[in-house]
């Protein structure tokens, strides 16, 4: 059973810089790619970006696109979000999730992270 762990969310200022970190318990062919979403108060869980453990190839929601960026430790089964030029519709609960195939449906993945609060301001 491959486990996430999240850290690095908190509170930010509109404009401002956080950097999520997930951490895997271990690579696993059931976690080939891994997805960041979010889930702001009353709304559905959003796609926001997902990453391909082997070969890095990388995907955005449009409301991120440009301003948030994935990328992965290969040897620290991490996988990291840095967001920059923050808005206060970023406010929202961050879960990274691990899938078998590239999609952005949340339905599909098989395991998530505890969730990490992001709060901006205005």
């Known amino acids: 059973q491959v486990q996430l762990v999240e850290s690095g969310g908190g509170l930010a200022q509109a404009g401002g810089s956080l950097r999520l970190s997930c951490t895997a318990s271990e690579r696993a062919f059931s976690t080939t790619y891994m997805g960041w979403f979010r889930q702001a108060p009353g709304k559905e869980r959003e796609f926001v970006s997902v990453?391909?453990?082997?070969?890095?190839?990388?995907s955005y929601g449009e409301s991120v696109k440009g301003r948030f960026t994935i990328s992965r430790d290969y040897a620290a089964n991490t996988v990291y979000l840095q967001m920059n030029s923050l808005k206060p519709e970023d406010t929202a609960v961050y879960y990274c999730?691990?899938?078998?195939?590239?999609?952005?449906?949340?339905?599909?993945?098989?395991?998530w992270g505890q969730g990490t609060q992001v709060t901006v301001s205005s």
């Open positions: 990453i391909n453990w082997s070969d890095g190839g990388t």
């Open positions: 999730a691990g899938g078998r195939y590239y999609t952005r449906d949340y339905h599909d993945y098989s395991y």
